[in-house]
């Protein structure tokens, strides 16, 4: 995306933020059902445009607003030439709004946003009230299109806060979304973990992926342990570079195939020799049923939300 086109979008949210438009994201099986019924096969407005990503016809939308799109590079034609379909897709977390992409997010450098993001800013949020004068100097690593990142440079304006990824197309959507928000303090890093990042952080968050991926797509693939690999190296490598007094905060989802939790033994020992205090939970015993009936989980009895708060010592 080049300046241009980043500028095109910044346009098209504020046109957005005009028109009071809200949409909260749904899991990708309810916007399957949703799209699916009858009468929704097309946009009748902006949320069918920018939220379901349903075609939509040319003279919906005011031609200011489609023309920021073509501008911006983010609609193309739906496939019969008569109608259009947006490659963004625009949710509304509090008072923002937040570019990501159009459903399905099928590519190798989607942009993820939906339930999950709900939940992890939420958790933040409360934990947030346990930081006393809060972080100096704060990341949130696989930041996608900013939402994590965003948060924490709103709660705290002092902050230099970092939003890291390894995909480049999120970055450019999260420097768009932290211009759209008014986010002087947000800085973007191109950072696989904590590889092109310096220093060291007293707030250390993220929302990693933690489903196992037969495409190996890197916004949703966790690696091994079902799907956890991913969410343990950024525990280990977050708290070697967490300052004393800082928080290391993760949302994550973990398969768990009987009573115990190989996810919670795989990095106890490490909160347990580096951590003053440290709280550990299930937001959501079962989420992402659908999920069981692929490769890897015939012996996953459920997926479950969890949330860490750890506090180096």
Known sequence: MNSSQANALLALGRALHAARYRFITVTPSTHRRINGRPGNEQARDLRGVFGWS????????????LALMQEAGVVNSAGDGALLRSTVRASTLDQMIVFHSAYPTRDEDAVFFGPDTYRFVGAMARAFEWIGAGPTRAVDIGCGGGAGALAIAHKFGNCEVFGADVNDKALELAQVNARLAGAANLLLRRSDLFDGLDGDFDLIVSNP???????????????GQHGAELSRRIVEDGLARLRPGGSLMLYTGVALAGPGDHFLDSVRPLLDAACGNW?????????????????????VERIAAVWLHAVKR
């Open 209 to 223: 992926p933690y489903v196992l991926d037969p495409d190996g797509r890197r916004y949703r693939h966790g690696g």
């Open 54 to 65: 349903r075609p939509f016809a040319p003279d919906l939308l005011e031609p200011g607003m």
């Open 279 to 299: 709280h550990y939970e299930e937001l959501d015993p079962d989420i992402f049923g659908g999920q069981l009936g692929e490769p890897g989980y015939e012996e």
